[in-house]
């Protein structure tokens, strides 16, 4: 393994091994920065220790022994130089799993606001830089670092707990951490680069709460979803349907790894909307085309999504699986409902959906008049181009 | 840690009668709040500014908006998970909003 890749896999546990240490969370980022700049003089020459995480925390912890000792002239700070040499070595693997897994539920508290613990995560638990998060987020550097330095103020002086959230704060509190790695995933799409970190996030979740259901069935939604990322567009960029994408191009290493983790989450019994997803995800992947796909499977899933988590677009998800399941009247009567029923006016792809199932029942005109709407509310290029080519077949 | 929890409600706002009364509140924060009223209303408030040498009196509370704060507890508890937890049970949550406000640390 690359040095950079040590670093990469390790800074989270080291960061979040050091904050609890020192109760500092600026300290233990800049100890840790000095721990790999330490790395990067010495493993080169002599070699990577043999448990480089250990290696990282104990040269940080260090560090952070070295800096209070010197700024020890106040109580406090003696005091926090005296923690550091408590009985709680670094060694100790249970801890740091634990330490990663504390910094992860503080990182996503719900009193910051949803944007700061995005950012938070990706800076403190995936160490992104700060350059890049802004990059990503599309916010000049100094708002990003703001943005951060802010986060890292509210939680000391609001007193947000370094800690897992007890029995009874867990459940609400899991759902807040797996909100944001869903938010990294589904924004990845749109911004290069999340998805891999998502991933990574979800892996390491999967990793420190296997017991979690829910924790699994995200872990297992994203690999499944992402097993299909190569062939969603074309060498030109233009959007590729589901139907028309070349399955012999898919991931089988993601698509076996989703596969066993929704397995091992649905045999605990304790269903929830991630779980779902994922089970959609693997009706599709599973099938060898959209013909051979269990479509009256995949409408009962909807059903059962939109019992978790009401909403328009699940609804209408649902009407284009019972549109494949029973015939498009089936699936039209539902959108006409949803359309009638107005909350997603605006939104693009309900015209959309409504062309293609008028088009499927040879009524051209109406469907080409949905198109042209469709077309009209269309937010990206990509998507605009490939309602054009759809009405253009049809006319 | 101590919070300043400032119960802010609308005018006219009516209680659901659901979950816990002010005095089940009362027991259930029994050694964690230190102190705590409701006040008069904002018609009695009256707002002082002093300017140079001359103090400015208006009518009133010092913002005119819909919700007013109409008492405020004092806890002091481990963090804001529990400070939440008391300000989600308090009466007025469920009609009005809670605002949690720390207290600057004393050195």
């Known amino acids: 393994m690359s040095i950079e890749a040590v670093f990469r896999a390790e800074r989270g546990r080291v960061v979040a091994s050091l904050i609890r240490m020192t109760g500092d969370w600026d300290l233990a980022e800049e100890c840790v920065q000095d721990a790999f700049a330490q790395a990067l003089e010495r493993w080169p020459r002599d070699g990577v220790p043999h448990r480089p995480g250990a290696w990282l925390t104990t040269t940080a912890r260090n560090r952070a022994l070295d800096r209070l000792r010197r700024a020890a002239v106040e109580a406090t700070k003696l005091w926090e130089a005296a923690l550091l040499t408590g009985p709680d070595e670094p060694g100790d693997d249970s801890g740091i799993r634990d330490d990663l897994l504390k910094l992860i539920f503080t990182c996503c508290h719900p009193a910051l606001t949803l944007d700061a613990r995005v950012a938070l995560t990706l800076r403190t638990v995936l160490g992104m830089g700060i350059a890049e998060l802004a990059r990503v987020f599309i916010v000049p550097e100094q708002t990003m670092a703001k943005r951060l330095v802010r986060a890292k103020q509210k939680i000391r002086n609001a007193g947000i707990p370094y800690r897992v959230p007890p029995a009874h704060l867990l459940p609400e509190r899991t759902n807040s951490v797996l909100g944001v790695v869903y938010l990294l995933f589904t924004e990845g799409y749109a911004r290069h680069g999340l998805t891999s970190e998502a991933i990574r996030l979800a892996g390491t979740l999967t990793e420190l709460m296997p017991d979690e259901p829910e924790v699994l069935g995200l872990h297992a939604l994203l690999l499944l979803h992402d097993a299909r990322r190569a062939t969603r567009l074309d060498d030109a960029g233009e959007i590729v349907l589901l139907a028309d994408q070349d399955r012999s191009r898919w991931d089988a290493g993601r698509i076996a790894e989703g596969l066993r983790l929704l397995d091992t989450a649905l045999r605990r019994g304790r269903p929830g909307p991630y779980q779902v997803q994922a089970a959609i995800a693997a009706c599709h992947v599973t099938a060898t085309d959209t013909t051979d796909t269990d479509w009256a499977q995949i409408a009962l899933l909807y059903g059962e999504l939109a019992r978790f988590t009401p909403s328009p677009v699940v609804e209408l998800n649902r009407a284009v699986a019972v549109a494949s399941a029973h015939g498009p009247a089936a699936g039209l009567a539902l959108v006409d409902d949803l359309t009638a029923g107005g909350a997603l006016a605006g939104y693009h792809l309900l015209p959309a959906t409504r062309a293609e199932l008028l088009a499927r029942l040879d009524r051209t005109d109406e469907a080409a008049a949905a198109y042209r709407d469709a077309i009209a509310l269309a937010t990206n290029d990509t998507e605009q181009r490939h309602l054009e080519r759809k009405l253009a077949e049809i006319a | ?107």
């Open chain 2, 1 to 107: 840690m101590k919070y300043m929890l400032l119960i802010c409600v609308e005018r006219g706002a009516k209680e659901t009668g659901e979950g816990p009364t002010i005095e089940q509140w009362l027991d259930e924060v029994e050694g964690k709040r230190e102190h705590g009223s409701a006040f008069m209303s904002p018609n009695d408030a009256t707002t002082v500014r002093t300017r140079g040498d001359e103090v400015l009196l208006t009518d009133g509370p010092f913002a005119e908006t819909r919700e007013f704060i109409a008492g405020y507890d004092l806890i002091d508890v481990a963090d804001l998970d529990e400070a939440i937890r008391i300000a989600s049970r308090h009466p007025c949550a469920r009609i009005g909003a809670v605002e949690v406000r720390p207290l600057e640390k004393e050195d």
